[in-house]
T-cell receptor, first 114, second 112 residues
Framework: DAGVTQSPTHLIKTRGQHVTLRCSPI?????VSWYQQVLGQGPQFIFQ???????GRGNFPDRFSARQFPNYSSELNVNALLLGDSALYLC?????????????FGPGTRLTVT | GQQLNQSPQSMFIQEGEDVSMNCTSS?????WLWYKQEPGEGPVLLIA?????ELTSNGRLTAQFGITRKDSFLNISASIPSDVGIYFC????????????FGKGITLSVRP
């Protein structure tokens, strides 16, 4: 069975640009969460989507936005990129937002902002 | 914001040894999870715990959900070189949907 897939694998952008990251959850999973992981730290929660609705938002500026599509895939968008946005962006999927909170992570997208 | 405390940052053990890691918080968590991350990869779920006092094993790994619900422990027995990686604890607060709060991780090195 395919796990969580993310694209692209790596990305280099310039300050001020915009970026879109994509995620496909495990088949049958309806919830997708996005995390940011900077070097030397644990992942930090950005968003959770379940059944196309935002169910949670972390402490990130409005430059960060996301959406979930009818097939449960998701996009994370970041506008007006800053150097500090350089990080590994992880997508995690789970079956529901209900009693099972086991989240399965993809390999991540490595974003470098120059 | 909420924080999970993991220390030390790094651990060095000899192949075949057992190792224990703990994770503490000032807040009560309803779910504890342990992940392992290797370079260039996303975190891989090792064990999930849902009840205070719960003890769960996955092969050579055993984890426990602390009675106070403010801590969790992971034990790796008879370590092997492929146990090398960064071990993260993660917790979920009541009403936090699927949001997980992660510790900073412990880097484990295993000497052959």
């Amino acid at each position: 069975d395919a796990g969580v897939t993310q694209s692209p694998t790596h990305l280099i952008k310039t300050r001020g640009q915009h970026v879109t990251l994509r995620c496909s959850p495990i088949s049958g999973h309806k919830s997708v969460s996005w995390y940011q992981q900077v070097l030397g730290q644990g992942p930090q929660f950005i968003f959770q989507y379940y059944e196309k609705e935002e169910r949670g938002r972390g402490n990130f500026p409005d430059r960060f936005s996301a959406r979930q599509f009818p097939n449960y895939s998701s996009e994370l968008n970041v506008n007006a990129l800053l150097l500090g946005d350089s990080a590994l962006y992880l997508c995690a999927s789970s079956f529901t937002g209900g009693s099972s909170y086991e989240q399965y992570f993809g390999p991540g997208t490595r974003l470098t902002v120059t | 914001g909420q924080q999970l405390n993991q220390s030390p940052q790094s651990m060095f053990i000899q192949e075949g040894e057992d190792v224990s890691m703990n994770c503490t918080s000032s807040s009560i968590f309803n779910t504890w999870l342990w992940y392992k991350q290797e370079p260039g990869e996303g975190p891989v779920l090792l064990i999930a715990l849902y009840k205070a006092g719960e003890l769960t094993s996955n092969g050579r790994l055993t984890a426990q959900f602390g009675i106070t619900r403010k801590d969790s422990f992971l034990n790796i027995s008879a370590s092997i070189p492929s146990d090398v990686g960064i071990y993260f604890c993660a917790g979920r607060l009541t009403g936090a949907n699927s949001k997980l709060t992660f510790g900073k991780g412990i880097t484990l090195s295993v000497r052959p």
